[in-house]
């Protein structure tokens, strides 16, 4: 079925290994050869899971699912320009994370594991509890101090257990690390099953395509858990011989915390932590990405490239998308921004695909004084 196999020292581990990093401290990935039955696929329910052999889960009975996936992919047009939009802010818990979430706590249920620890800016934390709390498993959330009012409710809501910590958002994930070390860390960056999840993202645009592939992706990056599951979505979708290549990665940063589009730009491997500014996209706030390195490497073998936006950019692209019946959380208005901004310099007939990653009423209170 595969294995585990670290990113360093090519250590490998059985997929039934309860481990999150290699002995050596690195991340690890997955190596796994998933299949697709297309007219099989076809006959299924509209959801996630209709790939289910395409996702290294060995049990059926330990899938834990709110028939989540397969949301719509719906033109809308930036600057008279269509762009094709993944509406993954429709997920159960209100993000495109509820994909990682449901093969991670899957295979958390399969292992027998009881209790997990993670850490998050909100959104990650509000889906591994929601998918704890359907599996039964205990589940403490880690978030920084400063996390939206309306995404720790969400947190709460779920039963799980809050710890609110003071400081950045690195402060938050070095404070997870000390538990992580005693329990299972349920993480959506370190741990290698959650972008099992996300590659569905890749699925389900090639399939909604016809099984044809876009030219282009505009996505948020931040810890890359949906540029790194993407990337990995449609190079399993080129290994099995349905399409012929990926399409190109344009990944989209905050000005205010940009290490992975400073890194890219002045043509550097690896991705020196940068001091953050305050932004209105939290979501993708991330000065030290754990798997920056392996997000470089996926826009770069695609031929993309890192676009920085403001919050400005942020702030008008929310209204705006508003204004035509969309509500979406800050966060998200930072890729649309970041479509704007692409599209200046776009090819004519250009298909685009990007995506709505959070709904706007996990962060209210921010679109709140953004409006007044």
């Given at each position: 079925?595969g294995?585990?196999?670290?990113?360093?020292c090519n250590q490998?581990?059985?997929?039934?290994?309860p481990?999150?990093?290699?002995?050596?401290g690195a991340?690890?990935?997955?190596?796994?050869?998933?299949?697709?039955?297309?007219?099989?696929?076809?006959t299924?329910?509209?959801d996630?899971?209709?790939?289910?052999e395409?996702?290294p889960?060995?049990d059926?009975?330990?899938?834990?699912?709110?028939?989540?996936?397969?949301?719509?992919?719906?033109?809308?047009?930036?600057?008279?320009?269509?762009?094709l939009?993944k509406?993954?802010h429709?997920?159960p818990s209100?993000s495109?994370?509820d994909r990682?979430?449901?093969?991670?706590?899957?295979k958390?249920?399969?292992?027998?594991?009881k209790?997990?620890?993670?850490d998050?800016?909100?959104?990650a934390?509000?889906?591994?509890a929601a998918?704890?709390?359907?599996a039964?498993v205990?589940?403490?959330i880690?978030?920084?101090?400063d996390?939206s009012?309306?995404?720790?409710?969400?947190i709460?809501?779920?039963n799980a257990?809050?710890?609110?910590?003071?400081g950045s958002?690195?402060?938050?994930?070095?404070?997870?690390?000390?538990?992580?070390?005693?329990g299972?860390y349920?993480?959506h960056?370190?741990?290698p099953?959650f972008f099992?999840?996300?590659k569905?993202?890749?699925?389900e645009v090639c399939e909604q395509?016809?099984?044809?592939?876009p030219?282009?992706l505009?996505l948020?990056?931040g810890?890359?858990?949906l540029v790194l599951g993407?990337?990995?979505g449609?190079t399993?979708l080129t290994?099995?011989g349905i399409i012929?290549?990926?399409?190109k990665?344009i990944?989209?940063?905050?000005?205010?915390?940009?290490p992975?589009y400073t890194?890219f730009?002045?043509g550097?491997?690896?991705v020196?932590?940068?001091?953050?500014?305050?932004t209105?996209?939290?979501g993708i706030?991330?000065?030290d990405?754990?798997?920056?390195?392996?997000?470089?490497?996926?826009?770069r073998?695609?031929?993309g490239?890192?676009?920085?936006?403001?919050?400005?950019e942020?702030?008008?692209?929310?209204i705006?998308?508003g204004?035509?019946?969309?509500c979406?959380?800050p966060?998200?208005a930072?890729?649309?921004?970041?479509?704007?901004?692409?599209?200046?310099?776009a090819r004519y007939g250009e298909v685009?695909?990007?995506v709505?990653?959070?709904?706007g009423?996990?962060?209210?209170?921010?679109?709140?004084k953004i409006r007044?």
């Open positions: 079925m294995g585990l196999i670290c990113t360093v490998t581990y059985s997929l039934n290994d481990r999150w990093r290699c002995e050596c991340v690890l990935d997955i190596e796994f050869t998933p299949v697709f039955d297309l007219d099989r696929i076809r299924r329910r509209p996630m899971w209709r790939y289910r395409a996702i889960i060995g059926d009975a330990a899938i834990i699912s709110f028939e989540e996936g397969f949301t719509p992919l719906t033109e809308i047009r930036f600057n008279d320009t269509p762009v939009i509406q993954d429709l997920f209100a495109y994370k990682g979430a449901s093969v991670l706590i899957s958390v249920k399969e292992l027998g594991i209790s997990v620890v993670e998050s800016s909100g959104n934390g509000c889906a591994i998918y704890c709390a359907r039964g205990q589940c403490e880690f978030v920084p101090q996390t009012p309306a995404k720790l409710a969400q709460r809501l779920y257990s809050l710890q609110m910590i003071p958002r690195e402060d938050t994930a070095a404070a997870v690390l000390a538990h992580a070390e005693k299972y349920a993480s960056s370190w741990n099953f099992q999840g996300t569905t993202f890749a699925f395509l016809g099984w044809k592939c030219d282009t505009i948020p990056a810890n890359g858990t993407a990337f990995i449609f399993e290994d099995a012929d290549a990926i399409p990665i990944a989209v940063q905050s000005k205010n915390c940009a992975l890194a730009h002045i550097l491997s690896d020196p932590p940068v001091e953050k500014a305050e209105l996209a939290e706030a991330i000065a990405p754990i798997r920056g390195e392996q997000i470089l490497h996926a826009v073998y695609s031929g490239d890192f676009i920085a936006v403001s919050d400005e942020v702030k008008a692209s929310l705006e998308l204004s035509r019946g969309f979406i959380e966060t998200a930072a890729t649309t921004a970041g479509i704007e901004n692409y599209l200046e310099n685009i695909v990007s709505f990653t959070g709904h009423l996990k962060s209210i209170e921010k679109t709140w007044q």
